[in-house]
Structures are given as C-alpha cells and as structure tokens.
C-alpha cells in the first residue's frame, strides 16, 4: 500500500511537470530527451520524498533542468531540509541540487 501510494504520487508529479507552463526555467533550450530525462529525474526525487516520513512531500516543489534539482517551498525544521536536500542528491542522474527550502515552524 504504502509503495503504491507512493507511486501513485510520482505519477501525479510527472502529469503536473508535462502541464506546468509557469516554470522559471526556459524548457525551449532543451532537447525533447533532456526534458523527458529532467522529468524523470523530478518524478524519482518526488517518489522518494513520499516514502520518507521525515519530509512533506506536498510542501516541497522539485523542477528539474538538465540534471540540476531546484527544491523550493517550506519545511517545518532544519533537519527535513536538509533531508530533502539529501534525498535529492542521492537520486540518480542528479547533477546538481539547489536548495532554497525556507524553514518555517
């Protein structure tokens, strides 16, 4: 259960990634590849982000662009940043990650 709903969630990630169209970053300067292999690296960090219990996977935004991770939004302490951080980094095909997660209590 707690996998499916995981996966569950990767997916609803990927679906709102191909639709968003307010993305600080110019998609039109990539590859049709990259942007799918950005996609999936957002969908992966997404995926695990909801199996830890220690980060709020719906507080935390993830945007891919070109292996480099950009985690935005809030977190309720230091230590899920920084595992949020962590979760990024230790994804596959991750290049880079960004961290501007602000702590909120």
């Avoid at 969630?9 to 039109?28: H, P, Q």
């Amino acid at each position: 259960m707690k996998y499916a709903r995981a996966l569950a969630f990767a997916a609803m990630a990927g679906a709102t990634i191909l639709t968003a169209t307010g993305c600080s970053v110019a998609r039109e300067q990539q590859t049709v590849g990259a942007y799918m292999d950005d996609a999936g690296i957002t969908t992966a960090v997404k995926a695990k982000m909801a199996e830890d219990k220690t980060v709020s996977a719906t507080a935390i935004s993830v945007e891919t662009l070109n292996g480099t991770v950009q985690l935005s939004g809030f977190a309720k302490s230091q230590a899920e940043k920084n595992q949020a951080e962590n979760i990024a980094r230790n994804t596959k095909h991750v290049r880079e990650v960004r961290n501007s997660i602000v702590v909120r209590p």
